[in-house]
């Protein structure tokens, strides 16, 4: 294994920090120079959120609390919402649901995406009434009539009629008739239970970004946003053309991030594909990630290295791609293709077409080589999971000098 250094991403600091204690979770050395509990790291290292809990009291007592402070209130919300969950449902949550509580309690939006049974619905149950006992208002969204009812009498069941005062639950046809009414109820959290048929209707997207809060000029923008990147994709403009759409881009992610205060949307889907360009900007709007079970279940590893290309590629050998940053253009790429060559590497180029697809399929290829452009061929849509197992990023001014390694494992 290559050792690393990361170069800012100590958790409290910002900082550079070694490969090591990043990946179990540790802080610098500047900031903790010596772990000492439990002969840290080793096997025996406490489960994340412990490591956070130990640091936080370490810095307090050193006075040097920095980013940390973030990590410290999201695990605490964590714990506190799994502990909520053991005691209304008397189980243990499995790791999707952990998974997805942490995502829960630090206030994001995403797709609860997986296959049925897989606990989504007792999840965010768990979740609509944690957040209705802290005074929050809470809509859930449910296809049918019979699904509304099932739904209310499971809260109730779970915890008494009291808490669930401010959950309504409303099937997708009464929010999609009565949006002034909800919007009245100001709901801070919104929960779309089987969402695949609600988020297929372009109308129903348009209720549902007003009642979650967004103004109309944001909506707006969304969508154009949507529109652009699609054009960005699929035109051949030329290069000022290009360069204007992207800035245009840019301008528009800028404004959406800095959006007005919003409720919470949690969507459960079986098979969450958002398709038309509404439903894309909703996705624009929150941040939402669709890919999120998939990205998952890999166990993706990044790192830093300032070793040299040709030691890289010894390590790796094989099922790697190298992009290239665009600063160092053909010549880049020319240089790392020669390099790759005189170490022995069957070498592809990912420049134009998608003939080198096939062939990467076949395995001919032990590294594939390409721009990092995010117009580029090798950066779009390359799933060969089995033939691309390593991706360096060469030459990237962003990150200092040096190489980053992204190493994906299924
Ligand atoms: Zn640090």
């Known amino acids: 294994m290559i050792e690393v250094v990361y170069p800012n991403l100590c958790p409290n600091c910002g900082g550079p920090i070694t490969s090591t204690r990043a990946i179990l ?98 999840t965010l149950m768990v979740y609509a009434v944690y957040s209705a006992l802290a005074r929050k208002n809470v809509l859930f969204v449910v296809p049918t009539a019979s699904l509304r009812d099932q739904i209310q009498s499971r809260l109730k069941q779970l915890y008494g009629s009291e808490a669930v005062h401010n959950v309504r639950v409303v099937t997708s046809t009464y929010m999609n008739r009565n949006v002034d009414e909800i919007r009245a109820f100001e709901p801070e959290l919104v929960i779309l239970d089987d969402a695949d048929a609600f988020l297929k209707s372009g109308k129903s997207t348009d209720k549902l970004v007003e009642v979650l809060g967004f103004s109309v000029e944001a909506y707006r923008n969304a969508i154009e946003l949507v529109r652009l990147k699609s054009l960005a994709l699929l035109s051949k403009k030329n290069k000022e053309e290009q360069e204007e759409i992207r800035k245009k881009i840019e301008q528009l992610s800028r404004d959406l991030t800095s959006t007005q205060d919003v409720a919470q949307l949690l969507v459960a889907s079986a098979t969450l594909r958002p398709k038309g360009a509404k439903q894309r900007a909703l996705r624009e709007l929150l941040n939402f990630d669709v890919s999120t079970v998939q990205l998952y279940a890999r166990n993706v590893v990044d790192a830093f290295t300032k070793r040299s290309l040709r030691e890289v590629l010894e390590t790796l050998k094989e099922r790697t791609l190298v992009l290239v940053s665009k600063d160092k253009g053909k010549n880049g790429i020319r240089e790392a293709k020669e390099l790759a060559e005189s170490i022995g590497l069957r070498v592809g180029l990912a420049v134009s077409g998608r003939r080198f697809l096939d062939k990467l399929s076949r395995g001919e290829y032990n590294v594939l080589i390409g721009s990092a452009s995010q117009y580029g061929v090798a950066v779009r849509g390359i799933d060969e999971p089995n033939m691309i197992y390593n991706v360096v990023f060469y030459a990237f001014r962003s990150s200092g000098l040096g190489w980053r390694i992204t190493s994906i494992t299924l």
Not at 45 to 68: F, K
Not at 82 to 97: A, D, H, I, M, Y
């Open 25 to 122: 979770g540790l802080l610098c050395e500047r900031c903790v120079p010596k772990y000492d509990t439990n002969g840290l790291p080793s096997k025996t290292v406490p489960d994340r959120g412990e490591r956070v809990v130990d640091a936080y009291s370490r810095l307090i007592g050193t006075n040097s609390l920095l980013g940390l402070w973030d990590n410290y209130i999201e695990i605490s919300e964590y714990n506190k919402l799994v502990g909520f969950f053991k005691q209304v449902t008397g189980l243990e949550p499995r790791s999707l649901q952990r998974y997805w509580l942490f995502r829960m309690a630090r206030g994001e939006s995403f797709a609860l995406s997986a296959p049925t049974g897989m606990g989504k619905t007792t």
